[in-house]
């Protein structure tokens, strides 16, 4: 999936830093302060305690803060009494564990998606026995087969093409993050940010106007890189009301042309669904539907969520090799995103 040889050319240090700023959850963002404990024995006691991040002790005596359970709830609640964002903590019995495992299937010519899979559920395989976590992130994550993600990335996304996404900020004064990656043999090949395609459509420009300009984008992208197979334009403020608020937010978000996704491949929009496949496909079609007594709207409704789980139980939905649902993940996360 990520090219041992990865081109990364045209970077905008902004960029990068505004990305990570979206994309890390609040609490974890902003110079956090987290802890590491190592525990022993039958119940586990506390031997050794780390505080880091901003204004951290560093290591301190465990009597200081002793650890009275290892439940979910007790985690959480040591956690908020240290005032650490989040904590991890080992048994020293499963630490030699993990390396070994780790050690037996890791080696240096792999797909770093592929070490990362390894050392995830390594990890997992021990949680709650000899690994807890708060948040308990290592329930929630999935740590599919590597082969999976690559047939799945290769399912979704044609050889040959490029990827891009663009976060504006609110004011329309500048390009908040943009990134623009290139498909090949399986594998992303090159990344850029916007500064690549500065020269042919000003950022200043863009922003401005992005909905009418965003084509331009799209144009200079293919001339530069390769044809786009799927690209996102938005605010800002959009990109959070889609991260943290209901399901059907990304929906109102397209009727209301304040997310744009062109060009947005066939899989995406069977997603998406009816309603929204419409607001990407025709205002004439949305206009139509107006018309139309609740009740038939409803029963289109049904019969669409109704196709979308057929499609999924017999194999053809695009995450069916996964063998878990992105979307459903989402749910069960974006609730670490609230602001």
């Not at 586990?44 to 204004?55: Q, T, W």
């Not at 200081?64 to 240290?82: K, Q, T």
């Not at 490029?162 to 090949?184: E, G, M, N, P």
Request: glycine fraction near 8%; charge should be neutral.
């Amino acid at each position: 999936m990520l090219a041992s040889d990865l081109a990364l050319t045209d970077l905008d240090a902004r960029h990068w830093r505004h990305w990570w700023e979206l994309l890390v959850p609040p609490g974890l963002s902003a110079q956090p302060r987290w802890a590491l404990a190592f525990v022993e024995g039958t119940p586990p006691r506390l031997i050794k305690l780390v505080l880091a991040g901003a204004d951290a002790r560093g290591a301190i005596d465990p009597a200081e803060a002793p650890l009275l359970s290892i439940e979910p709830r007790g985690l959480a609640h040591w956690c908020r009494r240290l005032g650490v964002s989040g904590a991890v903590v080992l048994d020293t019995g499963v630490i030699g564990a993990i390396s070994a495992e780790v050690e037996r299937h890791l080696s240096l010519d792999q797909d770093y998606v592929a070490q990362g899979l390894i050392i995830l559920r390594a990890f997992k395989r021990h949680a709650g026995h000899g690994v807890w976590t708060e948040p308990h992130l290592l329930d929630l994550l999935p740590a599919p087969p590597y082969d999976a993600l690559q047939r799945t990335f290769d399912l979704l996304v044609p050889d040959g093409s490029a990827l891009a996404a663009y976060i504006v900020d609110d004011d329309r004064r500048a390009v908040h993050a943009s990134v623009i990656a290139v498909k090949r043999g399986g594998d992303i090949v090159a990344a850029a940010t916007h500064r690549a395609l500065d020269d042919r459509v000003p950022e200043a420009t863009l922003a401005r106007d992005w909905p009418s300009q965003y084509k331009r984008v799209l144009a200079a992208i293919e001339e530069r890189f390769a044809k786009p197979s799927l690209a996102v334009f938005l605010e800002r403020e959009t990109f959070f009301r889609v991260l943290t608020g209901p399901g059907d937010q990304l929906a109102r978000e397209l009727n209301s042309r304040r997310l744009i996704i062109d060009p947005a491949p066939a899989w995406l929009l069977g997603l998406l669904g009816g309603a929204t496949v419409a607001a990407v496909a025709s205002r004439g079609a949305r206009a139509l539907a107006s018309f139309l007594p609740q009740g038939a709207r409803d029963k289109a409704s049904e019969l669409a969520q109704r196709a979308q789980s057929a499609m999924k139980d017999a194999g053809a939905h695009p995450f069916a090799l996964l063998g878990f649902d992105p979307v459903e993940l989402w749910a069960s996360v974006k609730h670490f995103y609230r602001r």
